[in-house]
């Protein structure tokens, strides 16, 4: 499952706001490194996408894993850009879509905060069981399945001879 609306919002801002400190840059840089799937929004996930390239540094070997820009003059205007012309993020994005970037979302987020983020990005949610139907373990099958398997294993054995 992935991150809901607020908490899409929350991530850009912690993501746009802390990166001067010191103690957010590695969780931030950890951030940028995750796969895009992980913001539920569309637009949040195009300014997601517009940040993971912008602040990407260039690399001249394939082989080696993302670096990132984090901090200083280079990661505040690729955010400045954004919300002067949030054009250059996307054709459907708007003013009110950036207009967030680069406020620090409060003292609620914290590393326990961004440990729950970090979850909920990868969280996939359990299928739902229809009612009335009991759930069946795995592995606990009627003898069925173990049957057409030795047959199928038998049949295989007569086709090499």
Request: charged share 30%; glycine share 12%; proline share 3%.
């Given at each position: 499952m992935a991150l809901d609306a607020e908490q899409g919002k929350r991530m850009l801002q912690l993501l746009t706001s802390r990166y001067d400190d010191r103690h957010w840059r590695k969780k931030i840089e950890k951030t940028l490194s995750l796969p895009v799937t992980g913001v539920g929004?569309?637009?949040?996930?195009?300014?997601?996408?517009?940040?993971?390239?912008?602040?990407?540094?260039?690399?001249?070997?394939?082989?080696?894993?993302?670096?990132?820009?984090?901090?200083?003059f280079a990661t505040k205007e690729v955010i400045e850009r954004a919300r002067f012309n949030p054009a250059v993020v996307g054709a459907s994005i708007t003013k009110e879509d950036v207009a967030s970037l680069g406020v620090d979302p409060g003292p609620e987020v914290d590393e326990a905060w961004w440990d729950e983020m970090l979850v909920a990005w990868f969280e996939e949610p359990e299928p739902a069981q229809p009612e009335g139907e009991p759930a069946e373990p795995v592995g606990e099958k009627t003898g069925s399945s173990s049957e057409a398997d030795m047959k199928k294993a038998e049949t295989s054995g007569r086709e090499r001879d």
């Open positions: 929004d569309g637009a949040q996930r195009e300014v997601f996408l517009y940040l993971k390239h912008g602040l990407k540094a260039y690399k001249s070997r394939r082989a080696d894993p993302d670096s990132w820009i984090v901090g200083g």
